[in-house]
């Protein structure tokens, strides 16, 4: 049997909005060709609450498949556990089984494949979550089994701690672990570890050169091999100046556009400038002609040591996001001091809209008060 891994198609991201719809379509039609099942792990939309034109695109690419799908919600579909994230209404308008905690068993031509999804969770409840979830998973006899995770994973972030690590994973009676989350593609524990990538360029990363696509795994060999699929070229650079003048960068960078353009003119370019300044220059002087899909990072004059700790210090504070920064404060704020209700809930529902507070809070209330 043929499995599709794919993941974060980010459908509807602002940035790349038309590439997000036109390669996710790309990487789906083409899974639906070469593979029997296909895997799907989490980010399917970029947003919670996506427009309703996204919300069509996405029934459109998932409808006309014509193998199963099972998929996961990602970090971005997360919504507080009552309420219905956009996974779960593309789970009800088209083919896609969305699972959260269960495992699904698909048999074809006498070979059976078990997959247990995980949807994303906080990472400092992650490791929590699978065991509670492996606690209650009945291995199915005889069946290749899947995990599906859309977590981080400690060995990959800088500064990772909370984060699943790769030995726990790697000790789970699984035969092969797929995980979304992570933009890059990576293949690890001899291929037992597959992480396929986004299907569009989202964070103008380096290691985001790399192509676009899915794994296609076997089950008969446990191999597999990453399916490039049509996709924008990106391209990162960086340009070193010493002691220069606002005409020379301004040149160096028109120069560097043209040669790339010239053999990839819809590529999406992403150029970090770095070093020097002529006396009393600094980054903030100088001005760069625009051009359409061109990414500047502007580090000129900025590089003393202090600068540098700094960079280093808020590198390592990105790796957690902003939300989950605010709910883990959250979480040590009141551990223990609140009963009624899961601060994380509440959180959640805040994030979303008042009126889903106030409600839930009442909810609470008034069940409080019968006990
Ligand atoms: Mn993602």
Redesign the pocket.
Known sequence: MKIAVLS?L?LGYARFEDDSYVQAACAVTDACAKADLILCA??VFDVKIPKLETLKKAVDIFRNARVPIYAIH???ERRARDMVNPAQLLSASSSLRLLHGESEIFEKDGEKVQVLGMGSVPEEYADDALKKIMERFRKEEGAVSILMLHQSIRELVPGGKDELSLDALEALPFDLIVN??I?ETVSMLGGRFLIPG?TVI?QLKKDEMAPRGYFLYDTKTRKSEFVPIPSREFFYEEITFEGSGEADVGERVKELVGRIREKSPRAIIAIKLDGTLKGGLTGADIRIGSYADVFIDNRLNVESLGAKLQKIRSSREASLSMRDMALKELNSKTSGKITLFETSDLFEKLLSSPEDALDYLEKHNKKDSKQ
């Open positions: 974060d980010h989490g980010d990602g970090n971005h979304g989350h933009h986004s989202t």
